[in-house]
T-cell receptor, first 110, second 113 residues
Framework: GENVEQHPSTLSVQEGDSAVIKCTYSDSASNYFPWYKQELGKRPQLIIDIRSNVGEKKDQRIAVTLNKTAKHFSLHITETQPEDSAVYFCAASNGFKTIFGAGTRLFVKA | DARVTQTPRDKVTEMGQEVTMRCQPILGHNTVFWYRQTMMQGLELLAYFRNRAPLDDSGMPKDRFSAEMPDATLATLKIQPSEPRDSAVYFC???????????FGPGTRLTVL
């Protein structure tokens, strides 16, 4: 079946460094790619998303890139801060079904 | 600031008991999702509805789980009988279709002893 693979499962960075999380998807009909952040004990919340007609999108310190040919997309966080520590989920939607990646636990060390 | 609400927030029950979790989606959203989250599994889609009709419940153990939307303001997830392996956090989310942002509720933490 269709799936989304997410790497790495755990990522530890020093405060101020950049963090990159990568996802690949299998359904070529996918056209919407959101990223959710889940802090400990909280609900997942959307932090950024991208649609298939765009290659890159930025929002302050976070950016997402999409390569439809290779079927992969990535989340980039620059100048990481301790409050960026959380679990990040990527997802891919074909307009009918959304499939989530397994999540990346990001630790930002002060 | 409209939010998805879920009740109860915490539920502790004994094996074999029936558990009912409720969700109130954001007014105007036509799609409702149920997810299960354990430490090891990430977000596992159990079922989802569009305009109150079930579209996909392939992720749900059919023998003990059931999901319904009695009306546009209420979605329910039932487990009967519950088992210890059902212990998890159950999230409800709502949105406008499946190709847009999903708004998650606070979750119901279920513990089955």
């Amino acid at each position: 079946g269709e799936n989304v693979e997410q790497h790495p499962s755990t990522l530890s960075v020093q405060e101020g460094d950049s963090a990159v999380i990568k996802c690949t998807y299998s359904d070529s009909a996918s056209n919407y790619f959101p990223w959710y952040k889940q802090e400990l004990g909280k609900r997942p919340q959307l932090i950024i998303d991208i649609r298939s007609n765009v290659g890159e999108k930025k929002d302050q310190r976070i950016a997402v890139t999409l390569n439809k040919t290779a079927k992969h997309f990535s989340l980039h966080i620059t100048e990481t801060q301790p409050e960026d520590s959380a679990v990040y989920f990527c997802a891919a939607s074909n307009g009918f079904k959304t499939i989530f990646g397994a999540g990346t636990r990001l630790f930002v060390k002060a | 600031d409209a939010r998805v609400t879920q009740t109860p927030r915490d539920k502790v029950t004994e094996m074999g008991q029936e558990v009912t979790m409720r969700c109130q989606p954001i007014l105007g959203h036509n799609t409702v999702f149920w997810y299960r989250q354990t430490m090891m599994q990430g977000l596992e889609l159990l079922a989802y509805f569009r305009n109150r009709a079930p579209l996909d419940d392939s992720g749900m153990p059919k023998d003990r789980f059931s999901a319904e939307m009695p009306d546009a303001t209420l979605a329910t997830l039932k487990i009967q009988p519950s088992e210890p392996r059902d212990s998890a956090v159950y999230f409800c989310a709502s949105g406008l279709g499946t190709g847009n942002e999903q708004f998650f509720g606070p979750g119901t933490r279920l513990t089955v002893l």
